[in-house]
Nanobody, 121 residues
Framework: QVQLVESGGGLVQPGGSLRLSCAAS????????MGWYRQAPGKQRELVAT???????NYADSVKGRFTISRDNAKNTVYLQMNSLKPEDTAVYYC???????????????WGQGTQVTVSS
């Protein structure tokens, strides 16, 4: 089994910063792409940012220049540094990863339980 555990959410004022972390653990042979998604109340889940095992990144237009995704492959951990936060960034943030549990296994997608980020004065 593979588990993704997020941390770092909370309440922050507009213009503030937060750093999210997500660690993958369990039966892991390799971790391919990792990413962050978010879901605001009444809206569909949307992509925030992704990063490949080689470090290539992709961002939603709404967060470009404000958010930075990074990863530590040795720790199977992905981070999301969020700066200049806006009220519209308020959402539950989910970590996702494509993991190969064993050398001969097919890669599967796994999700974390989500962490709340609230941007409000």
């Amino acid at each position: 089994q593979v588990q993704l555990v997020e941390s770092g959410g909370g309440l922050v004022q507009p213009g503030g910063s937060l750093r999210l972390s997500c660690a993958a653990s369990g039966s892991i042979f390799s971790v391919n792409a990792m990413g962050w998604y978010r879901q605001a109340p009444g809206k569909q889940r949307e992509l925030v940012a992704t990063i490949t095992s080689g470090g290539s990144t992709n961002y939603a237009d709404s967060v470009k220049g404000r958010f930075t995704i990074s990863r530590d492959n040795a720790k199977n951990t992905v981070y999301l540094q969020m700066n200049s936060l806006k009220p519209e960034d308020t959402a539950v943030y989910y970590c996702a990863a494509t993991v190969r549990p064993g050398r001969l296994s097919v890669p599967n997608d796994y999700w974390g339980q989500g962490t709340q980020v609230t941007v409000s004065s």
